[in-house]
């Protein structure tokens, strides 16, 4: 019963925006994506342009063995491309109410072309004792960027 709630939740929080009448408020278990932007920390420390987004993973209820797979991918005219390879961050166990945000994936630019983003996620958990998905998500708006990878 816990695994369909914590599913409907997920779910409830995939709706579109755009078919809301008001906000609809956060599942208490979700991932989130952020939008795909250039990183001011790299380019201040490194003096390089890179695209960078942010994962993060929020839940009211003490999770197991959680597995979080994510990555920065692109538009192109034949379809979407991987920026980079996909991830993986394993925690045995996060207690309830904790945040796990991930902000260290990104990709140098190349050149200045502009390039459309977004970073998508998807997780797994056990959560008392039963296993549960956390469906794909990405970032709510593909952004172009003066980046080409």
Request: aromatic share 8%; net charge positive; hydrophobic share 40%.
């Given at each position: 019963?816990?695994?369909l709630?914590?599913?409907?939740?997920?779910?409830?929080?995939?709706i579109?925006?755009?078919?809301?009448?008001?906000?609809?408020p956060?599942?208490?278990?979700?991932?989130?994506v952020?939008?795909?932007?250039?990183?001011?920390?790299?380019?201040?420390k490194?003096g390089?342009?890179a695209?960078?987004?942010?994962?993060?993973?929020?839940?009211?209820l003490?999770?197991e063995?959680?597995?979080?797979?994510?990555?920065?991918?692109?538009?192109?005219?034949?379809?979407?491309?991987?920026v980079?390879?996909?991830?993986?961050?394993?925690?045995s166990?996060?207690a309830?109410?904790?945040?796990?945000?991930?902000?260290d994936?990104f990709?140098?630019?190349?050149?200045?072309?502009?390039?459309?983003?977004?970073?998508?996620?998807?997780?797994?958990?056990?959560?008392?004792?039963e296993?549960?998905?956390?469906?794909?998500?990405?970032?709510?708006?593909?952004?172009?960027?003066?980046?080409g990878?």
């Amino acid at each position: 019963m816990k695994f369909l709630l914590i599913i409907a939740l997920l779910l409830i929080a995939q709706i579109s925006p755009a078919y809301a009448k008001s906000p609809a408020p956060k599942a208490p278990c979700r991932l989130e994506v952020d939008n795909a932007h250039l990183s001011s920390n790299i380019s201040k420390k490194e003096g390089r342009l890179a695209v960078k987004v942010v994962f993060w993973s929020v839940c009211n209820l003490a999770q197991e063995n959680v597995r979080i797979k994510y990555q920065i991918m692109k538009t192109g005219l034949d379809g979407d491309h991987q920026v980079t390879p996909i991830s993986y961050k394993e925690y045995s166990f996060v207690a309830a109410n904790s945040e796990i945000v991930i902000q260290d994936i990104f990709a140098y630019c190349k050149n200045t072309l502009r390039t459309n983003f977004y970073g998508k996620a998807s997780a797994t958990a056990t959560v008392h004792g039963e296993k549960v998905l956390a469906p794909e998500v990405r970032s709510k708006i593909t952004v172009p960027l003066n980046c080409g990878t």
